[in-house]
């Protein structure tokens, strides 16, 4: 997201706008001007078991996931679909909610001022331990189109890569949030020259590349990502868009079927990799509903991650529906439905496309 906060959760409260705590109650939900079509019975159960397994590739030398002929699979080569979130605090008390919402894939903004020591037990308690796949990102490069900011975001993944190579079972690396210029070569040769010294360095998972100009340029996708995943000795290259205000014309133009078929053709995954509530919110706004989203990445055969779980607006860790968090209170605490904002609400229990109903673990967790 374009104005994630990178300062620990207890300086955010300190620094917090003035205003009330939202009271915790639970209002009914309310719909986007564009009502989402209904996910069909067949569908969902399609959608929510594993459709295939796979042999891993004989150029993929790791152990971790991987992707083959355009889907990702786990270790043991069984299909998995990123349906998960985006967490922004790594204090925030968000990983006993995140367990209950189901979802099966938490995308984390590390805090890279703590050691990398800190870090990757943080990881293994709060997402393998629990059983959700950790996707660790690198905020430090937002919205830049240096590739000098994107090269310190790759050296501080090499200077790491002795505590963090030793995830890679379980791991997948967003080297650096939404890094890059608009439909660029420049984008298509620096990630180029980031995977390579990635491997090299030992990271064998999968490696997720954001679209530049803030994540949200799809041309850069279609133009130039085929070259990026076929640089990569180990094909090993998730690729995610970020819908904002570009989301009505992404659903209006077709954007994630053509993805899907790119996907198809080349080899490559891709995932919405964040969107937020819809209602004209914050600094990117859309009217766009979550769940039209989460539709569309659906029957386009994408996974997805919605922004965000904690992302609070209030003092005291608190949220209201005018923001982006998905939880009112702690943030990210949830035991019960009144705990979710109407994105929660939506995102988790939507009987038809929210987590509860879609989302399954990796099938390494149950083994």
Request: aromatic residues 10%.
């Amino acid at each position: 997201m374009r104005l994630s906060r990178r300062v620990p959760l207890a300086l955010t409260l300190l620094l917090a706008s003035c205003g009330t705590s939202s009271p915790l109650t639970d209002p009914s939900p309310r719909r986007g001007s564009s009502a989402a079509t209904p996910i069909s019975q067949a569908t969902r159960q399609a959608n929510s078991q594993t459709t295939s397994q796979a042999p891993r590739p004989s150029y993929n030398s790791g152990d971790g996931f991987f992707v083959a002929h355009g889907k990702l699979y786990d270790p043991d080569g069984d299909e998995f679909r990123i349906r998960g979130v985006n967490r922004l605090h790594w204090d925030s008390p968000s990983a006993a909610g995140i367990v209950a919402s189901h979802a099966n894939t938490v995308r984390w903004d590390i805090d890279f001022t703590r050691s990398a020591g800190f870090n990757v037990a943080l990881i293994r308690a709060q997402s393998i331990s629990e059983h959700d796949v950790p996707v660790v990102g690198n905020w430090t490069a937002t919205c830049s189109s240096d590739p000098a900011r994107l090269g310190a975001a790759v050296a501080t993944w090499i200077g790491q890569a002795r505590a963090w190579t030793r995830l890679n079972r379980y791991l997948i690396v967003n080297v650096a949030n939404e890094w890059g210029p608009n439909n660029s070569t420049v984008w298509r040769d620096s990630y180029i020259s980031a995977i390579a010294q990635l491997r090299q360095a030992g990271y064998l998972g999968p490696i997720l590349v954001d679209a530049g100009n803030c994540g949200q340029d799809v041309l850069e996708l279609l133009h130039y990502s085929t070259a990026v995943f076929n640089s990569d000795p180990q094909k090993n290259v998730l690729f995610a868009l970020h819908l904002y205000a570009n989301a009505q014309l992404a659903l209006h133009d077709n954007w994630l079927p053509q993805l899907a078929r790119l996907s198809a053709q080349a080899g490559m995954v891709f995932i919405v990799g964040e969107f937020g509530p819809g209602h004209d919110i914050g600094p990117s706004p859309t009217s766009v509903a979550p769940g039209q989203i989460i539709t569309a990445a659906e029957s386009a055969g994408l996974g997805w991650l919605a922004w965000a779980w904690d992302d609070n607006d209030r003092p005291n860790g608190a949220s209201d529906d005018r923001w982006f968090s998905m939880t009112y209170r702690g943030p990210g605490q949830f035991g019960r439905p009144a705990d979710l904002t109407e994105f929660g609400r939506e995102v988790v229990l939507d009987p038809s496309y929210g987590l509860r109903a879609l989302a399954t673990p990796a099938s390494i967790f149950s083994r």
